[in-house]
T-cell receptor, first 117, second 111 residues
Framework: EAGVAQSPRYKIIEKRQSVAFWCNPI?????LYWYQQILGQGPKLLIQ????????DSQLPKDRFSAERLKGVDSTLKIQPAKLEDSAVYLC???????????????FGQGTRLTVV | AQSVTQPDIHITVSEGASLELRCNYS??????LFWYVQSPGQGLQLLLK??????LVQGIKGFEAEFKRSQSSFNLRKPSVHWSDAAEYFC?????????FGAGTILRVKS
């Protein structure tokens, strides 16, 4: 079974530039998550999709971050303009059903390491 | 809203010694509990999970964890650590459509 695919693996940009990350979840997984993992911290949820609808984006900095999940499959996370504090690993994960159900296990991609200079 | 505390930022153990990583959670209902491991440059891999039933759960790579409701804890254990276990370990609590992670514990293994 193919896992969660993310690209690119690494990205270096200057502050105020824009960047986009792509995620392809496991086939059939209805729920998709984007997490931000700053060095030395645990992953923090940015946004959660259920199919192509947003379930939770309460911690997404909406003035600069945006995300979409076209047709309920692939997802793109964008940052515009980037700030130095956005340097982090961005993890995409997917799960079969929403978090409250028994099948809560989330499968993670390898992440995209973003460095803003 | 749920939260997770991993009190130990770093732990160093000798190869072959036993290991216990602590995790305390806060959640108003019955939680779903997880332990993930992350090697450098890698994503998170699930070690084990607790949903219900037997409070002692077995996972991959010889790990186990025990859910103690009275202590709001879900500590991870391994009887004999191998050098390849050096990594960062995250406890997570799921519920109410959310999955919340602790800050992680970095495990160092000395030979």
């Amino acid at each position: 079974e193919a896992g969660v695919a993310q690209s690119p693996r690494y990205k270096i940009i200057e502050k105020r530039q824009s960047v986009a990350f792509w995620c392809n979840p496991i086939s059939g997984h209805a729920t998709l998550y984007w997490y931000q993992q700053i060095l030395g911290q645990g992953p923090k949820l940015l946004i959660q999709f259920q199919n192509n609808g947003v379930v939770d984006d309460s911690q997404l900095p909406k003035d600069r971050f945006s995300a979409e999940r076209l047709k309920g499959v692939d997802s793109t996370l964008k940052i515009q303009p980037a700030k130095l504090e956005d340097s982090a690993v961005y993890l995409c994960a997917s799960s079969l059903t929403p978090g409250a159900a028994a099948n809560t296990e989330a499968f993670f991609g390898q992440g995209t390491r973003l460095t803003v200079v | 809203a749920q939260s997770v505390t991993q009190p130990d930022i770093h732990i160093t153990v000798s190869e072959g010694a036993s290991l216990e990583l602590r995790c305390n959670y806060s959640y108003g209902a019955t939680p779903y509990l997880f332990w993930y491991v992350q090697s450098p440059g890698q994503g998170l891999q699930l070690l084990l999970k607790y949903f219900s039933g037997d409070t002692l759960v077995q996972g991959i790579k010889g790990f186990e964890a025990e859910f103690k409701r009275s202590q709001s804890s879900f500590n991870l254990r391994k009887p004999s650590v191998h050098w390849s276990d050096a990594a960062e370990y995250f406890c997570a609590v799921g519920g109410g459509n959310k999955l919340v992670f602790g800050a992680g514990t970095i495990l160092r293994v000395k030979s």
